[in-house]
């Protein structure tokens, strides 16, 4: 990936990463850079597209700037300039938030729109220059060790079957998660996923360089439409899976995009849809899945860790990788990988992303029906300064 193959693989690390979206490339970054030898294996040769909405909110650009990276990689997103609401009554409620022009990059305010295509590409580039070893590796299953803890991962690599082995792994390999799946966590029922869409437009108008949320319509769900550099952005639309419109998210994504009483048609009046729409599940968290087992750690969505109203999912992937990174280093510094000094992530993770999660959880489960929006997009346009206080809190969503 990134230019590289299995060539160059050993057979035996301190740690595997098995996955290199943001919570593997978080995980590896900071485990190479404290001189652990770490393998970073991905299904994927990189750059590869993810569907996603590209968000990286104040808090992922915050978590970026705690992992040292290079800000000169993003600097042809700018940060974003304010975030609009709109609800289904007519409501329109947000505001610039006037980040100065000068702002050091990753510093508050700081929102951009990056595509998955860079932006996972950047973090395995950084991984990588810090001295983690890159192959591409589909992993297949799990090798244990006498006492039945996870030992490292089966996989196939282009040379064809590979046995990689180590005493921790770190799987970061989102939905379909082989490491997850193999010290038994099972996937949230319907009722705590949600289903996602999302194309790329060009010749979109009047964005300002904000990004525009368009709630109610069909369930707990929203439309999006993310501005990139030169008239682009990213547009989707995302619901809780067990919606009745879930099933025809297609349709409705295509109403969004061309049907003239769509609340997004102004934006996108004389826009051109660039490549196919594309679809993928949210894990939302957290339902006290287990994060940890003997020789493994779980992080991002393989550990269920979407957040349940807004449906982002970098943040949460980059902090739990970062947790991930820092137990494996305390596990190798006492040379144990039992549940019970692994289960120090799970603690961390539930601190730090915990309530926002319940937060988040606690609002969806109330926003069910639409016109709560528009109650609260009321409240906040009367407010004074309102819509002034709810542009950094969307801002702060990824
Ligand atoms: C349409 C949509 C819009 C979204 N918009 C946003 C947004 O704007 N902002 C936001 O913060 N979040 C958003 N999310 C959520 C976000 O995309 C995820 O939460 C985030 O990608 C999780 O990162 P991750 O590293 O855990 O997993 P992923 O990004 O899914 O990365 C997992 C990696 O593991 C690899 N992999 C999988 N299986 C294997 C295997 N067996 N062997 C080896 N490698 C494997 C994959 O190739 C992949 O590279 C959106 C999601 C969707 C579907």
Redesign the pocket.
């Known amino acids: 990936m990134v230019g590289g193959s299995a060539a160059g693989l050993r057979d035996r690390y301190e740690v595997i990463v098995?996955?290199?979206?943001?919570?593997?490339?978080a995980a590896a970054l900071r485990l190479a850079r404290a001189g652990v030898d770490v393998a970073l294996?991905?299904?994927?040769a990189f750059p590869?597209d993810?569907?996603?909405?590209?968000?990286?909110?104040t808090w992922?650009t915050h978590l970026l700037g705690r992992l040292r990276v290079d800000p000169a990689r993003f600097a042809a997103y700018p940060p974003l300039d304010g975030a609009i609401l709109y609800t289904p009554g007519g409501c329109v409620v947000g505001a610039g938030v006037g980040r100065a022009a000068d702002a050091p990059p990753f510093t508050a305010l700081d929102a951009r729109v990056v595509p998955?295509l860079h932006f996972?590409a950047a973090l395995v580039a950084e991984a990588r220059a810090a001295g983690a070893t890159v192959a591409t590796?589909?992993?297949?299953g799990l090798l244990r060790d006498a006492g039945g803890a996870v030992a490292g991962i089966r996989?196939q690599g282009p040379g064809g079957e590979v046995a990689i082995r180590a005493p921790l792994t770190i799987g970061?390999?989102?939905?379909?998660?082989?490491v997850a799946r193999g010290i038994g966590v099972a996937r949230a029922a319907s009722d705590w996923t949600g289903?996602?869409?999302?194309a790329y437009v060009e010749g979109a108008r009047g964005l300002d360089g904000r990004m525009h949320f368009f709630v109610g319509g069909p369930g707990r769900g929203y439309g999006?439409i993310?501005p990139l550099p030169g008239g682009g952005a990213?547009v989707?639309l995302?619901l809780v899976a067990d919606e009745p419109g879930a099933n025809r998210l297609g349709d409705l994504f295509d109403r969004f995009l061309h049907d003239p009483a769509s609340p997004a048609r102004p934006f996108l009046a004389g826009a051109r849809v660039a490549g196919p729409a594309?679809?993928?599940?949210?894990a939302f968290g957290w339902r006290d899945t287990p994060l940890s087992a003997p020789g493994a750690l779980l992080?991002?969505?393989?550990g269920s860790?979407?957040s349940p109203l807004?449906?982002?999912?970098?943040?949460?992937?980059l902090a739990s990788?970062i947790s991930a990174a820092r137990t494996a280093r305390r596990a190798l510094r006492l040379g144990d990988f039992g549940a019970d000094t692994l289960r120090e992530h799970d603690r961390r993770c539930r601190r730090v992303l915990g309530w926002r999660l319940a937060l988040e959880a606690w609002f969806q489960a109330r926003l069910r029906d639409p016109r709560a929006f528009d109650r609260f997009g009321r409240a906040v346009a009367a407010l004074p300064g309102g819509p002034r206080l709810l542009a950094p809190i969307l801002l702060n969503?990824?």
């Open positions: 098995v996955g290199a979206g943001p919570a593997g490339g294996l991905d299904r994927a590869r993810k569907s996603c909405g590209d968000l990286l909110g992922a998955r996972d590796v589909r992993a297949t996989g970061a390999d989102g939905w379909t998660s082989v289903l996602a869409t999302r999006w993310f990213n989707g995302g594309r679809a993928w599940p949210l992080a991002g969505d393989a860790l979407v807004s449906g982002s999912g970098i943040h949460n992937a990788g969503l990824g």
